[in-house]
């Protein structure tokens, strides 16, 4: 007889399992994965919406210079001596903080139908908005500051970690206010609808298109408290090397940051399953 049949074949050893991925390495994979999904999804696999992203801001910018320095007459801007670069570094700061705190909010709604699955959390949501919408002011920010220095050929001298810093800040008030937004749009939707109307006030008060010095010392007391009138004040302190910006207080900034968005995190661990059922 032959081998095959005295000595049948033993079958092979199993494989041994697979070691699941630790935690980290499973965050880092799953908002990777949301990242790509909010960029088709959000601007699209045309590169219409990138545009869009660039041309919104310069626009703002264009608008303001337009309305400030040719409809009202005025000569010269209150910093330095181009008026798109005053404009640019007050009203993309409050962009940024703007939209990224909108988009964090919105980050359950988003991507409700991958939270039920149990590898995707609610902080991967918000992770991976605050990531990538982040990022895409930064960028923003490089591209049109830069651009109006080539054009109008202003020889800017930045302060890069005071500027970093502002970004940074940004982002965090930004993703605190908008976390907590997220469990209260949710659980209250006529917030959604408050909230708007509350802060539209901002823009006027945010030190956009003027200098906080500049202000009567009554207005100075109550505009002291919006944060992201320090936001302002510290990125023009990084791109005008002669504006101390002494009202800026980053403590604040950064302690109500994170008052807001460890509200926001402990409300969302406890209710946010609920509330997917809810909406």
Known sequence: MSDSLTHPQRP???????????????MVRTVAALILREIATTYGRSPGGY?????????????LTLVFQHALGNTNPLLGTSFPLFYASGYLPFQMYHDISNK????????????????????DALIARLILNGVLHVIVFTVLVGGIAIVQRIPLVLD???????LGLTVLLGGGIGTLNCFLIMRFPVWERAWSILTRPLFLMSGIFFTYELMPSVVRDVLWWNPVLHLVGLMRRGIYGVYPADYVNEGYVVTLSLILLVSGLLLLWRRYRDLLEMA
Not at 51 to 63: E, F, H, R, S, Y
Not at 160 to 166: C, K, P
Request: hydrophobic share 55%; charged share 10%; net charge positive.
């Open 160 to 166: 890069v970690g005071v500027v970093l810093h502002a």
């Open 12 to 26: 092979a050893p199993p494989a041994p399992p697979r070691r699941p991925p630790n935690g980290l390495f499973r």
């Open 104 to 123: 964090t909010a919105q980050s359950l709604r988003f991507s409700r139908p991958l939270l039920a699955y149990p590898a995707v959390t609610f902080v």
């Open 51 to 63: 545009v869009w992203a660039l041309a919104d801001p310069i626009l703002g910018v264009a608008l």
